[in-house]
């Protein structure tokens, strides 16, 4: 327990020191450090904690970002296979439904339940999380579509370089590819289509909703990755665009 | 050195010395410090003084470093603590910029993750969108020299939806007097509301 410079002066000394999670009992590090003599200066004394607390926080901040994608998307996917088994068990029990003596009825009520809370869970963790990795994108998608998003694009910093046209359609490959052969026309929207502003808007101007919702997730992308601070401006800009779209489709 | 005015438009801004970090507009090569964009930037617009020319900061809640980086133009030493992993990305790059400012990826509400690294301070600067903000100040009182200052951002909506926003910032004042002598209270408005800063000193 004490100063971060007590058994050496670089970033591994100031890592450990930060995890034993203690610290001096007074708090004049800088003018300790000289007077014991491990640094000549005070100056000398703030470069080398400049130095050490850059790559401690470099290192730590790389790790969580990987971390923090890493849950989110793995929380997206499970969240998707829990919808898909909720709605097969739906399905099922419809089918059943005049057959309710010679089929386990209330076992199967208690799985669904089970698979709600499931979801549930998820979702709340999805919402708790997606806002810390990328603010401005859970901001103008919702959670779930954002964390969709970073998933398909297999990364934030992946999802922060592409071009908006093809965040458009992420998520509709098959349906690209198709296009791409030259049996389909171009698919207008991929997971963005859950967006509300793109399956809210008339089919007539929906290409275009979604060419501008997906311009601006990519705005916001690329502000979380490079950037990082919440830009509730972004929001209103795309309400606006989105707004003008749709009047025009009215007109 | 030091926290400079500048004239722009027809109003005065405060401005330092340094090189800019986002788009920040340069006013006879001073960057200017817009209220709008900071709420210490407010705070300095709203005339409180707030001493941070060549004082040692801790700043609680750093984000993307964007404030950060005008405190550790013009201060002695900024250790700088930021909790979300986006933000303190961008964080370590301003850090890189500045020579005295020292990026702490670490949760505010844990001071024990950075008490072997954190000096006295003469400034304890918190803008934290976490509950419990009151809380906060009160565990990390231990790094306030006596007589130091603190000046907490309050976000009324980020504490409880629905009291009044002079209820919220009330409470948080009233809780901080646990360790501190609470001076004043400013509301934050018009650049930004729902939001104020409780300004206190520490008193053993």
């Known amino acids: 327990m004490g100063s971060w410079f007590e058994h050496g002066t670089d970033a591994d000394s100031l890592e450990e020191s930060m995890e034993e999670k203690g610290g001096p009992d007074t708090r004049n590090m800088s003018a300790d450090a000289v007077e014991k003599g491990i640094f000549e200066t005070r100056d000398a004394y703030y470069d080398a904690l400049h130095e050490a607390t850059i790559e401690v926080a470099r290192r730590r901040v790389d790790e969580a970002v990987d971390t923090a994608e890493r849950d989110v998307v793995n929380a997206v996917r499970t969240l998707e296979t829990l919808n898909e088994q909720m709605n097969e068990l739906d399905e099922r029990g419809r089918d059943w439904e005049e057959d309710t003596d010679r089929v386990p009825v209330e076992e199967v009520k208690v799985a669904h339940e089970a698979l709600e809370d499931a979801r549930d869970e998820t979702r709340e963790f999805l919402e708790d999380r997606t806002p810390e990795l990328a603010p401005n994108l859970s901001n103008l998608a919702g959670p779930v579509l954002a964390a969709r998003l970073v998933g398909l694009a297999g990364g934030l910093d992946e999802l922060a370089r592409m071009p908006s046209s093809t965040v458009q359609v992420l998520g509709a490959e098959d349906a690209l590819f198709t296009h791409l052969r030259g049996d389909a026309p171009s698919p207008k929207h991929g997971a963005i289509y859950v967006h509300p502003y793109v399956r809210g808007t008339g089919a007539d101007e929906r290409g275009s909703a979604a060419r501008a919702v997906a311009g601006k997730l990519t705005i916001a992308a690329r502000i979380d990755r490079y950037a990082g601070d919440l830009r509730p401006e972004l929001a209103d800009e795309m309400d606006e665009k989105v707004e003008r779209i749709r009047e025009r489709g009215d007109g | ?204």
Do not use: I
């Open chain 2, 1 to 204: 050195m030091g926290t400079k005015w500048v004239e722009m438009d027809g109003e005065r801004y405060p401005a330092t010395e340094g090189d800019t970090v986002r788009d920040e507009r340069v006013v006879d090569g001073l960057r200017v410090w817009h209220p709008r964009r900071s709420k210490a930037a407010a705070l300095l617009v709203r005339g409180v003084d707030l001493p941070v020319d060549d004082a040692r900061v801790l700043y609680l809640g750093a984000g993307a470093g964007t404030t950060p980086s005008y405190f550790a133009d013009v201060a002695r030493a900024v250790y700088a603590v930021e909790f979300a992993p986006s933000p303190a990305s961008r964080l370590v790059d301003v850090a890189e910029t500045r020579g005295r400012l020292f990026p702490l990826f670490a949760d505010a509400r844990n001071p024990s993750e950075y008490s072997s690294v954190v000096e006295g301070v003469d400034v304890l600067y918190q803008d934290v969108a976490t509950r419990g903000q009151a809380d906060v100040a009160l565990e990390n009182a231990g790094f306030v020299r006596d007589g130091g200052l603190a000046c907490v951002v309050v976000k009324a909506r980020s504490e409880d939806v629905t009291a009044e926003p002079e209820e919220k910032y009330e409470e948080v004042a009233e809780k901080m007097k646990e360790e501190y002598e609470v001076e004043k209270v400013v509301d934050l408005s018009p650049f930004y509301d729902d939001h104020a800063a409780v300004v206190a000193r520490r008193q053993r």
